[in-house]
């Protein structure tokens, strides 16, 4: 038996790492003013620990979308799948060589490219999505900022967020 409803549950689920880093905050704070010597130094890295923390939370939480989209995605050893209704497939993280988001498609759908192969198509909010922020992430040169400005503005086009190797002359950029 829960004594929280299910929508308060959902609600403090969605920011736990940054409630989590609220913690870490004050608890590095409290040690660093109330103490000496190694635990107020402890204390301090905690209030480092504990903003760092806040600030990957905050993206995070910005990339969440929701549940219920159709399909699954699982992301093993930097292989992505996509088990989807009509359609699926797989890329190796290390093998991507654009990343766009299609705000024409209902949902919205990441296309991830890999060289040979049709491009990946995933719902933003297909089960188990928010591994994908992982890997987006770790790829070289993303700009996590303007990927979650995207995925929060609506649009009639698809958006390239990452490339690996340009595809355009150097002069021209990307939004």
């Not at 922020?133 to 390239?160: I, Y």
Request: charged letters at 20%; zero cysteines.
């Amino acid at each position: 038996m829960s004594f929280i409803r299910p929508e308060a549950r959902d609600a403090l689920w969605q920011w736990r790492e940054v409630l989590a880093a609220a913690l870490m905050f004050l608890l590095g704070l409290k040690w660093a003013f109330s103490s000496a010597g190694f635990t107020a130094i402890s204390g301090w890295a905690l209030v480092a620990t504990g903003l760092v923390t806040a600030v990957i939370g905050a993206q995070r939480m910005r990339f969440r979308r929701g549940t219920g989209g159709p399909g699954v995605v699982q992301v093993d050893e930097g292989q992505i799948a996509y088990f989807g209704p009509l359609t699926g497939g797989a890329v190796a993280a290390s093998e991507l060589e654009r990343l766009a988001l299609d705000h024409t498609s209902k949902p919205p759908h990441w296309l991830l490219e890999q060289p040979g192969q049709p491009p990946l198509a995933i719902p933003v909010n297909a089960e188990g999505y928010e591994a994908l922020f992982d890997v987006f992430a770790a790829l070289p040169g993303l700009k996590t900022e303007r990927m979650l400005a995207e995925l929060r503005r609506r649009g009639p086009h698809q958006v390239v967020i990452w490339e690996r190797a340009a595809s355009r002359p150097e002069h021209q950029r990307l939004h």
